[in-house]
């Protein structure tokens, strides 16, 4: 396959422990016919991730495995395989997940665009690929406003976050732009990608067909970031706001986010001040900070209902499928 041909996909795996499941991902996308490139970046694994990958290899050529000698973060990882690759589309696969049969035929229509996502098919870990319904494609697009705004958390509702869609993207307006993953960021280096991508006036497709398989585990339903990953990233939306080529009305979105993610990181301080040192250090630690204790005191409500409430809807039934985005099924 010509691997410059303007259709042609680049997949990006950044794998960290994930010989359980590499071999799915890898398979997944050296099926799909528009594919030219798949890199996986084993970021420092301690198992056999490296080993699975390639024994997962079709002889086609396509593959290509790179390892890393320490563990640097997805962000990197991705950094790594953007700059170890060609073809002018790229798609980033989670090392957990899976594509579904025929995805870039149907997503990759048209070429008004610069970034192009479809809807997301959550399943739990022992599920395959079951049948899913043809929805109509019924494409929109999203402004920056619509993206923050679907990247903050609303407690209660079930975690469909646009941040959750898994774009392919024209490596000729990243370059354009100078933009790659924020390789400081371990947590949420997607919203900040595609973030200050759509404030340099990138054009975001979203599809409503559904050509991405995301898998949903129990014991990611906590979150195993650590309480750093949080201020770094609202440190993130700190520096793209003392741009002065920022308009003024993208300032204030992201100002909107980086105080959702703040108040997330004081709630993690103070959990974590607490199972180190007790409670009382914990209310002296966020007295000294008066401004963070009413997220503190609604988030430790919030959380142990939303956590009691999980727990009964991971016991009565195992996750999906379901669906990011609402569909109407298409007509024949």
Not at 81 to 89: E, F, K, Q, R, W
Request: proline share 5%; net charge positive.
């Amino acid at each position: 396959m010509d691997s410059s041909a303007p259709d042609t996909v680049c997949v990006i795996i950044a794998a960290k422990d994930a010989s359980d499941t590499i071999a799915r991902a890898t398979a997944s996308a050296l099926r799909e016919r528009k594919v030219g490139e798949v890199v996986v970046v084993d970021d420092g694994s301690s198992d056999d991730t490296a080993g699975e990958a390639h024994r997962s290899d079709d002889g086609t050529g396509r593959l290509r495995v790179l390892r890393l000698s320490r563990n640097r973060g997805p962000a990197f990882a991705r950094n790594h395989a953007i700059a170890n690759s060609t073809a002018p589309l790229i798609a980033v696969l989670d090392a957990d997940d899976f594509f579904l049969p025929g995805r870039f035929e149907t997503l990759l229509t048209g070429d008004n665009w610069d970034f192009v996502a479809d809807n997301v098919m959550f399943v739990g870990a022992d599920v395959g690929e079951p049948n899913i319904p043809r929805f109509a494609p019924e494409p929109y697009f999203l402004d920056l406003h619509t993206f923050i705004e679907g990247n903050i958390a609303r407690r209660g509702l079930s975690r469909g976050e646009i941040g959750f869609l898994k774009p392919v993207v024209r490596r000729a307006f990243l370059d354009r732009h100078g933009l790659r993953y924020n390789e400081e960021l371990r947590l949420g280096e997607d919203y900040d990608l595609y973030a200050r991508a759509l404030a340099q006036g990138a054009r975001y497709k979203v599809v409503r067909a559904c050509g991405y398989g995301a898998v949903v585990r129990a014991d990611s339903l906590s979150g195993r970031h650590a309480t750093q990953d949080l201020k770094r990233l609202w440190e993130a939306d700190e520096a793209i706001m003392r741009s002065p080529t920022l308009p003024r009305e993208a300032k204030t979105h992201f100002r909107r986010h980086a105080q959702h993610i703040r108040a997330r990181y004081e709630l993690r301080r103070f959990l974590d001040v607490k199972a180190g040192s007790g409670l009382m250090a914990a209310i002296r630690d966020a007295c000294a900070r008066p401004m963070s204790l009413p997220g503190i005191a609604s988030g430790v409500l919030a959380d142990k209902t939303e956590s009691f409430m999980r727990r009964r809807a991971w016991s009565a039934s195992p996750p999906g499928p379901r669906y990011l985005l609402e569909g109407r099924l298409a007509m024949d």
